[in-house]
């Protein structure tokens, strides 16, 4: 049921075609990871899930996978003009630890939404200042044909490779547009490779180059890696469609210039074959901005009593081209959706694992979602396949349970590993143990029997004052559900 083509939009031509490997039987993917001066918010972790699934499908095609995501910890600029402080330079200022110890908080803080997410781990996290020694050396490889030297650094000359800015599709006469100019610049879409510490100034991380003691510009370090660990060209290269205007523009640029490449007319020039992003995750009260204080983040999901796994569902009701609203109305509706299937999985719970998953009661469905998810990763109509082959009757529980693993398996919920309890979170506010709700409901339980309704709603009432809203006649058989403290 996989043998359909893969189809994949490609951002640099705008248009699906076919996944054809430039290894054959591989599948080489390169994700933008974090910039870890601060937490993600969850429109950040947007992308990771959508790479995730992108990374499921090439394994349910048959191909093995190396992914790669990068760590992003020196370099990145607080806005995406060759103006303006290190981020990472920038927090350290503000704080009593070193840029390094920064570093290592948010990247295990980003690394914990990860597992949340039941997002898999790439084949190696790529950090960034690992790679200095293979940035200067790639720099040094293209400075005399493609770059020129100012004061404030190295600049590549977007004038030297063609079709500079095809994937923004931003190009004007004057190049693509900044907000803030480099003073000498010959051309205003002209990008930073090295970036010289100014006299009198020192930096946390700096490093010696030929272009003056300094750090290298945020473009650089993906090209240097994706040529490292995966070659160009590489399958995939994946990231937020705010990537697609300004930093991969660059990237590209930069893999031109190494390998020499022309026109961008084939698509392989660009160091990958395949360019795709992921839509924005867009958030009406401005919370989402990192700039807002308490933005939106996993943890706070969780303190509000909700499972990270329901926002894996949210993200994957929508196709990840689209743009996609946040509202907790909607995460409320994703977490019922993933308790609803849980409940479906529960009763296959005791079936053996491992099972043959050949049956003709499920050949429609497993049709169905191959097409789906070979369209572009059409994760909707996945998701709606996954619900049908829980709701396929009387069949060997193996073998339905075979099915729905080789779906989950793409999905990435993890089901047969989850339970009531996992997805039943108490918000942090909360002040009530489950432990008691349980106590005090089967009180309500015989009191009901009892026909003691006074007593009944006296407890009902007494559970609602500490926020647990009691669901009588449930068609979800969840009983109860834990809001905040009334």
Known sequence: MTDRPLRLFNSLNRAQEDFVPVHPGEARVY?????????????????????????????WKGYGLTHIINITDVGHLTDDADAGEDK???????????IWEIAAHYTDAFKADVRALNIRQPARWSVATDYIAEMIDFAKSIADKHCYQLE?????????????????????????????????????ADFAIWRTTPAGETRQMEWDSPWGRGAPGWHLECSVMGEKLLGFP???????????EIHHPNEIAQNQAFCGCGSLDEATHSGARIWMHNNFLVERSGKMSKSSGEFLRLPLLIEKGYHPLAYRMMCLQAHYRSELEFSWEGLEAALT??????????QLSDAPAGAAHDHPK????LAKFD???????????????????????????????????????????????????????????????????????????????AKDFERSDAI???????????????????????????
């Open 88 to 98: 990472l330079e920038k927090a350290a200022a503000g704080s009593q630890r070193s």
């Open 371 to 449: 097409e789906a998810i070979s369209d572009d990763l059409n994760t909707p109509i996945a998701l709606t396949a996954l619900e049908d082959a829980l709701a396929v009757k009387k069949v060997d529980p193996a073998i339905k349970r075979a099915v729905i693993e080789r779906m989950d398996a793409v999905l990435g919920f993890g089901l047969f590993a989850l339970t009531r309890r996992d997805l039943r979170l108490r918000p942090a506010s909360a002040a009530i143990t489950e432990e008691e709700i349980e106590a005090e409901l089967a009180e309500r339980r015989e009191a009901r029997a």
């Open 337 to 346: 959706r993933l308790k609803r299937m849980v409940m479906a999985v529960e």
């Open 460 to 486: 009902r009432d007494r559970l609602a004052a500490r926020g647990v809203e009691v669901m009588d006649g449930d068609p979800l058989g969840w009983e109860w559900t834990l809001g905040e403290q009334a």
């Open 152 to 188: 404030s650094g190295l600049y590549f000359d977007v004038s030297t490779v063609a079709d500079y800015g095809r994937l923004a599709r931003a190009v004007t006469e004057d190049g693509e547009g900044r907000i803030d100019t480099v003073e000498g610049k010959r051309n205003a």
């Open 234 to 244: 590489f399958d995939i290269h994946t990231g937020g469609i705010d990537h697609r």
């Open 362 to 365: 499920f050949a429609p469905v």
């Open 31 to 59: 994700t933008c990871g974090p910039t870890v001066y601060n937490y993600a918010h969850i429109g950040n972790m947007r992308a990771y899930v959508f790479a995730d699934v992108l990374g499921r499908t090439l394994s």
